[in-house]
T-cell receptor, first 114, second 115 residues
C-alpha cells in the first residue's frame, strides 16, 4: 500500500530534550516536505527536499533541522524543543512531475512540549 | 499579502444540501494549480480535487467539483448532496509555477453537516 509513515503519532516531552520525528514513504517520490499545523493558520512549511541530499528552508524553519540521506526517509529533528513548537506536524511527499500530482500526507504527529 | 484566502472560518449545512466553500488566490504566475484537501477530525489530510490554470473545464471528482473563475481568481469547492461524513476542515492550496511542488495553504474552513 502506497503510504507516508510518520512516527511517533503522539509525543509529550520537555523543553530542551532533543527529539526526532521520522518520516518514510514507499512511493519512490523525489519531493518531501514537513509542515506544522496550528489553529487558524493552516499548514506552514518548515523544510522541504527536492531529492537526496537537497534540502531547503520553508516558511518557518527556525528551531528545526532535517536531513535526506535516502530517498525514502526525511526525518525532522528538534535539537532543543521549546513550548512554541507544540503543534501538529505533517510529512508529505510528491512525485517529481509537478503539475496536478497531489502531495501525499502522513497521518500526523501531535507534539506537546512542556 | 495573503496568497490564498478562505473567507469562511466555519459553516453549518443541512444534510443533503449542496455546499460551496470559497477560495480566492493571488498570483502573477500564469502557470499555477489549485488543490483542495479534506481533514476529518481524525486528523489525516485527504486530497480531493485539482484544477490547473490552463485547464479548460472545471474539475470534477464524484460529488466534488471546482467552480474555477480565473478572472476573479477564485476556485470554490462545491460538494453536492452533502453527507454527515463530509463534516471536516477543508483546505485550499496553490502551487505556483509548472514544476514547483511547494504549496501555499489557506487557513481552512470548518464544515459541519447537520442531520
Amino acid at each position: 500500500e502506497a503510504q507516508v509513515t510518520q512516527n511517533p503519532r503522539y509525543l509529550i516531552t520537555v523543553t530542551g530534550k532533543k527529539l526526532t520525528v521520522t518520516c518514510s514513504q514507499n512511493m519512490n517520490h523525489e519531493y518531501m516536505s514537513w509542515y506544522r499545523q496550528d489553529p487558524g493558520l493552516g499548514l506552514r512549511q518548515i523544510y522541504y527536499s527536492m531529492n537526496v541530499e537537497v534540502t531547503d528552508k520553508g516558511d518557518v524553519p527556525e528551531g528545526y533541522k532535517v536531513s535526506r540521506k535516502e530517498k525514502r526517509n526525511f526525518p525532522l529533528i528538534l535539537e532543543s524543543p521549546s513550548p512554541n513548537q507544540t503543534s501538529l506536524y505533517f510529512c508529505a511527499s510528491s512525485s517529481g512531475s509537478g503539475g496536478g500530482q497531489p502531495q501525499h500526507f502522513g497521518d500526523g504527529t501531535r507534539l506537546s512540549i512542556l | 499579502a495573503q496568497k490564498i484566502t478562505q473567507t469562511q472560518p466555519g459553516m453549518f449545512v443541512q444534510e443533503k444540501e449542496a455546499v460551496t466553500l470559497d477560495c480566492t488566490y493571488d498570483t502573477s504566475d500564469p502557470s499555477y494549480g489549485l488543490f483542495w484537501y479534506k481533514q476529518p477530525s481524525s486528523g489525516e489530510m485527504i486530497f480531493l480535487i485539482y484544477q490547473g490554470s490552463y485547464d479548460q473545464q472545471n474539475a470534477t471528482e464524484g460529488r466534488y467539483s471546482l467552480n474555477f473563475q480565473k478572472a476573479r481568481k477564485s476556485a470554490n469547492l462545491v460538494i453536492s448532496a452533502s453527507q454527515l461524513g463530509d463534516s471536516a476542515m477543508y483546505f485550499c492550496a496553490m502551487r505556483e509555477g509548472r514544476s514547483n511542488y511547494q504549496l501555499i495553504w489557506g487557513a481552512g474552513t470548518k464544515l459541519i453537516i447537520k442531520p
